[in-house]
């Protein structure tokens, strides 16, 4: 076999299997060892990248099937392999049928056979990332178009996506987040149960004026909704629970009122929590100190350390070595790609057309022309652009 970098878990209280793959494969990849089966899943959730896992039919702790059964729940991806000297119908249509193995070796195992299993296992885990990857690409592009349709109609909802979007990719670079994919489905998707609520209900509720018990109730209870639409999509199952959970204090405070505390709390779902509340006490301009003041009030609300590293990493949302980047256009002179630093708003009422953070495109510059022909648009508008452009000079 020749060297690579994937990790595989062998949970097994016999030391000799352990050291027997050590010895094969240890200079070939990490091959972790557990001797019974909560250690080795407190292990799985925090390395999903864990390309195979082996276990014993009578692992201490629940049982190879058990523990093999909530690994695929963990870990999807990896391949799971049952290696036992367990031979009956019972034991392998157990196996098979509770833990979903992909393969069942008897012990012992010759060295020939288990590299040949290993090799196949490794095969096998390459080529289910390969699907996710696609899946994950071809899922994205199809959320990023119903945001992007729904974000005509809502304007209110979604236009803090773009934004957060920016800020959790920020975070997750610092946290060294190999995976970014379910944090950023969960920041797009985030709006969907706030776009269902009564309009007065979010008015009310961003002017800062106080609410009813039952519109604060049904505030908190947009997480729901959007669990609801979500939960019988492939692939975004994890991402659901992430959204149900957005809305829970680090302290056990906010919705759902039994739901986890602390670190117990997935990390997707406190990063959520922390922008979205940023990003509500935040100017136009991005987050400031009197933001992050505003958050400390209730800093129990949320992770200390997530906390302390949004304050070192987005107090300056625009560095300086982008400023130059920033252009002053008339609707006319828009192009796609160019993002929205500020809101879009109507002339002369300063409702929301479109939402800072927007990524430009054909779509909505049409949009904004639309709007501009009718109700009238304020200008100029402040874009991030990629090339830097002389000023555009009013119309005469």
């Known amino acids: 076999m020749e060297k690579t970098a994937d990790v595989i878990v062998v949970a097994d209280p016999d030391k000799d299997v352990q050291a027997g793959f050590e010895r094969l494969f240890g200079g070939l990849m990490k091959a972790v060892c557990f001797s019974e089966a909560d250690a080795a899943l407190v292990f799985l959730k925090k390395n999903h990248g864990v390309s195979a896992i082996f276990t014993s039919y009578n692992l201490p702790g629940r049982g190879g099937p058990a523990f093999l059964r909530a690994a695929e729940m963990i870990v999807p991806q990896a391949t799971r392999v049952m290696l036992t000297r367990e031979t009956s119908a019972e034991a392998i249509k157990k196996t098979l049928n509770e833990g979903h193995a992909f393969m069942y070796l008897e012990k012992p195992c010759k060295p020939a056979d288990l590299t040949s299993a290993m090799e196949t296992a490794l095969a096998h885990h390459r080529q289910l990332a390969k699907e996710r990857a696609l899946l994950e690409r071809t899922l994205a592009g199809s959320v990023k178009l119903l945001i992007d349709m729904l974000a005509l109609f809502h304007p209110e909802a979604f236009r803090r996506s773009g934004t957060v979007r920016k800020q959790a990719l920020k975070l997750a670079k610092q946290l060294d987040m190999k995976k970014t994919w379910e944090l950023e489905m969960a920041v797009m998707l ?207």
């Open 190 to 396: 985030s709006p969907l149960g706030e776009a269902l609520l009564p309009k007065q209900i979010l008015a009310r509720y961003r002017a800062a004026r106080s609410l009813t018990e039952q519109e604060r109730d049904i505030l908190e209870r947009a997480p729901v909704q959007t669990r609801e639409l979500l939960k019988n999509i492939p692939q975004l199952e994890k991402v659901s629970e992430n959204l149900y959970l957005s809305g829970r204090g680090f302290d056990g405070s906010g919705f759902p009122k039994d739901g986890p505390t602390g670190t117990d709390i997935p990390l997707v779902a406190r990063i959520l929590k922390l922008l979205t509340d940023l990003w509500y006490a935040s100017p136009e301009a991005g987050p400031d100190a009197a933001a992050f003041e505003a958050l400390t009030i209730n800093a129990r609300k949320y992770d200390p350390e997530l906390l302390a590293l949004a304050r070192s990493v987005l107090m300056d949302d625009v560095p300086e070595n982008r400023k130059q980047h920033i252009a002053q256009c008339y609707i006319r002179s828009l192009r796609p790609g160019d993002v929205l630093i500020d809101d879009a708003l109507t002339e002369s009422s300063h409702e929301l057309v479109l939402s800072r953070g927007h990524a430009l495109t054909p779509t909505t510059i049409r949009r904004l022309q639309h709007f501009h022909q009718t109700a009238g648009v304020r200008q100029p508008i402040r874009v991030e652009r990629h090339e830097v452009e002389e000023p555009v000079k009013a119309p005469a």
